[in-house]
């Protein structure tokens, strides 16, 4: 009998591990972080919290006008699940808006948020909020955001906002104190810089601080919570060939995907997928020390994006799926399938 029901267990276990739908979806980006970024990471940090992800695979990234996507339409793809052309964010290339999974998440209850070391009004985030043909439409992205429904906002862009509007609808945070006693009000922002934020070293809030923060507020949901979390500075270093950078924003990264896999392991039903949404550069690894964490020599081909493709990293309910090679927009299409399939 003991051995019936033991048996009965792992069948029933098999079967819902198959089609295992999350709850909760985290999604990280690594702005510009392809296969040799990520490598110079783990020279540098000994081991990735990336690695606790059991399930590995690549993602295509090119775009509805290039070969070579810029963020625009790579978030684009990744948030909606369609490719459309460069600089254009949340429309088809015939500038028409597409649903994205931060408004499926809304439709179906959930809590959403965004949380990124640039300006809420920088491609990768707004290409998650925003519907419009050119992505250097800042005060037109910041209007949407505010009149948006996402829960959280946190990173930089505070010349863009009308701020007396925002704080009427949620908890505005605008220094590094007022981050630290936002406390879990239901609605909140904290928008700490005027534009973008500096370089890792510099920054008040960590993006892990920041992430975890924004687990705190959105998982008070009863119905579950989709978040992105972008390391957007990986691509600004590689735009500016700049190697140290690089790696030092890679880390940074890879502590906040630590505090999303933190949840998710605890949590039980929270997708964690982290990608890149292009890589930058060209970079490359030339010479260095596995024993001493020193990354010595690195190189770039130019200063701009190139078409290889973004590593994926999956752990949790529904992670089995981003096994083998895919194109990014089957990575919004499945976040969004899951979504409107989800447990409430
Ligand atoms: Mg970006
Ligand atoms: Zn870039």
Redesign the pocket.
């Known amino acids: 009998m003991k051995k019936l029901i033991l048996f009965l267990c792992l069948f029933v276990t098999a079967v819902f591990a198959g089609e295992s739908v999350p709850k909760n979806i985290i999604f990280f ?1 690594g ?1 510009g972080m392809g296969l040799p970024q990520v490598t110079a990471g783990k020279v540098a940090k000994g081991s990735l919290e990336m690695e606790r992800c059991p399930v590995t695979g690549f993602a295509t990234t090119w775009s509805a006008s290039s070969l070579v996507t810029d ?1 625009a339409a790579a ?1 684009t793809a990744l948030s909606t699940g369609v490719k459309t052309g460069n600089g254009m964010l949340g429309v088809s290339p015939d500038d028409h808006p597409l649903q994205n999974v931060i408004e499926a998440a809304e439709k179906r209850g959930k809590s959403t948020g965004v949380a ?1 070391v ?1 300006s809420l009004t ?3 985030p707004a290409g998650f909020i925003v519907h419009v043909p050119s992505r250097k439409m800042d005060p037109e992205i910041a209007q949407q955001i505010a009149a948006s429904d996402v829960d959280v906002l946190f990173g930089g862009g505070l010349d863009y906002f009308d701020l007396p509007e925002l704080q009427k609808k949620m908890t505005v945070a605008l220094t590094a104190e007022e981050f630290r006693s936002l406390g879990t009000p239901k609605k909140a922002a904290a928008i700490l810089y005027p534009v973008h934020p500096p370089y890792a070293a510099e920054r008040s809030v960590s993006l892990k601080e920041l992430t975890q923060k924004a687990i705190e507020i959105l998982a008070q949901d009863k119905d579950g919570f989709f978040l992105m979390v ?1 390391g ?1 500075q990986i ?1 600004w270093a590689g735009h500016k060939n700049d190697g140290p950078n690089v790696v030092s924003e890679v880390v940074d990264f890879d502590d906040a995907v630590g505090a999303g896999l933190d949840f998710a392991e605890k949590n039980g039903k929270t997708l964690v997928i982290i990608t890149a ?1 292009h890589e930058t550069g060209g970079f490359a690894l030339l010479d260095g020390s596995v024993e001493n964490k020193a990354v010595d020599k690195t190189g770039f081909v130019h200063g701009g994006h190139t078409a290889a493709m973004a590593p994926v990293f999956a752990f949790g309910p529904g992670s089995s799926v981003f096994s083998g090679i895919h194109d990014n927009t089957d990575i919004g299409k499945t976040m969004i399938r899951f979504i409107q399939t989800s447990e409430k």
């Open positions: 980006i702005d963020s978030a990124v640039c920088h491609a990768t972008e957007s691509d949404d």
